[in-house]
Structures are given as C-alpha cells and as structure tokens.
C-alpha cells in the first residue's frame, strides 16, 4: 500500500459526526463492488441500504476522527453512494483495502471497525470485501514468514541488524525508505566488521541470498536486496576467487545463481564464469535448480551455451 500526503490545511479533516451527518440526510445508499469510475454499471453486485439499516451501516463506517492526513493511491473499492429524499446525490464515498474510507474529508479516515463492515456486506450478499480481506491475510501470513526465515537465516552476529532491514513498509512510504537504506548500511557495516576476511564474508553471504532463491513466488524482496548489494559492492575478483577457494554449499550455489544473473553483475562482468564455477554452477542447475535457473542458463548465462 504507498500513500500521498493529502493536500489542505487540516481544516477539513473527516470525523465520524460528520458521517453521521451526512447519512441522517439520506434516503438510501447504494453500495457496489467496484471502484467510482464502474459503479454505475448495472451488472455488478450491489446492495441498496434504506430505514433502519442506514443507522447500522452508519456506525459501522465510524472512523479515527481527524483521518489518516494522507491518501491511499490506489482508486478505492466498494463504493458508497448517498442520494437524499428526492433521489439528490448527496456523497460518494470510497473504501480502501476494507479498512480506511475516503470522500468525507481532506484525507483518508481509518475505519474503526473494517472487519465487522466486512462482514455486514458479506451477509447481505457482497462477498469481494470479505475474498479479499482473506487474501490479503494469507499474504501478510506468508510475508511475515518470509522475512522470519530470512532473519533466521542471518549469519551469526546479524540478525538483529538484519530484524532492522526486515521492517515491512509504513504508512510514509519515504521515512520508511530513508530507514531501510539506513539500516541496510548498518548490516554492512557489521558485516565487515564481524567478518573481516573477505572470503569468508562472501560465503556467507552467498548462503545468505540463496534464501531467496527457492521462493515460488515474490521475487526478491528488500531485504534479500540488502544482502545482494553487500556482494556487489564487493571485489568481483575476490567474489569469483571465493566461489572457487573450496566446494559450494547448495544454499551458496543458489546465492551464485542468484547472483551471476543479476543485471548489475553481467553488465559489469559478463555473463561467463571461470571454467571451475561455471561447471559446478551448471551442474548445481541441472540437478536441482529451480526454474528461473534453469531459464538463465538456457539463455547463456553463468557461462553455459545458449540453448533458446
């Protein structure tokens, strides 16, 4: 989710009184699926909200008074349309991940409820807030997990150093951004420190960055990101040199892969390997290899021929 600063002076900020307000005034409110722009569509699921049912659905939409000061990019789903007792529009009004409200104010509002408005729409038919909120926690299940056996995985004297990389993304997208760089120079800096031969340091890391590679889906996250960079700023010279100094872990010839693929890496050094490397790499693919792997080396590199 990336956020905007919202523009105003703080005087219109959104408040659960005002949302009151503007519901006491309605003769009914419609409720789609789907985003402002396709809310008129007549295809589309949609709930009509009249009598008694508005005061319901109105402190189910109570919100943190005051807003959120900022603004959700993305357009925003179900939306929620007023319209008075001569069929007037009154306000349109946006969800947003099923638990912030935009329209009644200069920003976002957090709702304070999102769940139980979830599943009071769930209840009277319109069931997408509901998939997606049971979506979305699978995923954050399966991130958290992630960045856990990624900190798990730090050599030893890192992890805390590695827990500050981790940190997910925050409402200020740019505070966040300036943190995690930060804390990524920190995690290089104990590293050299804690590993000064610079061998042993690339090994390590190698291992390190295999994590990744065996994800079926995600792509590198950041924090893997974190660790690359630390081997790219290294001396590829001593990178290739470790690789061949003693036999490869598994994890550490996925590290290599991951790696010897990147675009940074082969613009700078090419896509071919010294002849040892290359051959253990290859072999490591064709045994095991996963298959983006395997769609590299087709393709040339790690020094193997092109084969598509």
Not at 23 to 43: F, G, K, Q
Not at 149 to 158: H, N, R, V
Not at 161 to 186: C, I, K, L, M, T
Request: proline share 5%; glycine share 10%.
């Amino acid at each position: 989710m990336y956020y905007e600063e919202a523009e105003g002076t703080g005087e219109d900020r959104p408040t659960t009184a005002r949302l009151r307000q503007v519901l006491e005034r309605a003769e009914r409110v419609v409720i789609v699926e789907a985003s402002p722009a396709e809310a008129d569509s007549a295809d589309l699921p949609r709930l009509t909200v009249t009598g008694a049912e508005i005061g319901e659905l109105a402190r189910l939409l109570a919100i943190v008074d005051g807003g959120t000061g900022d603004r959700c990019r993305c357009i925003g789903w179900p939306t929620i349309t007023i319209y008075g007792t001569r069929g007037d529009l009154i306000a349109r009004w946006t969800l947003h991940h099923q638990s912030g409200l935009r329209g009644l104010g200069d920003c976002d509002a957090d709702l304070r409820d999102g769940p139980a408005l979830t599943a009071w729409l769930a209840e009277r038919g319109l069931t997408r807030s509901r998939s997606v909120q049971e979506g979305l926690a699978r995923e954050e299940a399966e991130e958290e997990r992630r960045q856990k056996e990624w900190i798990q995985a730090a050599p030893e004297g890192l992890a805390q150093a590695a827990a500050d990389v981790a940190r997910p993304p925050a409402r200020d997208y740019e505070a966040w951004s300036g943190g995690r760089q930060q804390a990524g120079d920190r995690l290089a800096a104990l590293a050299q420190q804690r590993y000064p031969d610079s061998g042993e340091r690339i090994r390590l890391l190698l291992a390190w960055l295999g994590v990744s590679a065996r994800r079926s889906s995600g792509g590198m996250k950041w924090y893997d990101m974190a660790v690359l960079r630390q081997l790219l700023a290294e001396n590829p010279g001593v990178v290739l040199a470790a690789c061949v100094a003693s036999p490869l872990t598994p994890a550490q010839l996925d590290g290599a892969a991951q790696l010897f693929r990147t675009v940074e890496w082969t613009k700078a050094q090419g896509r071919n390997l010294p002849k040892p490397l290359k051959s253990l790499l290859i072999e490591h693919i064709r045994a095991d290899g996963t298959d983006a792997m395997r769609f590299c080396m087709n393709h040339g590199y790690y020094g193997a021929k092109r084969t598509v």
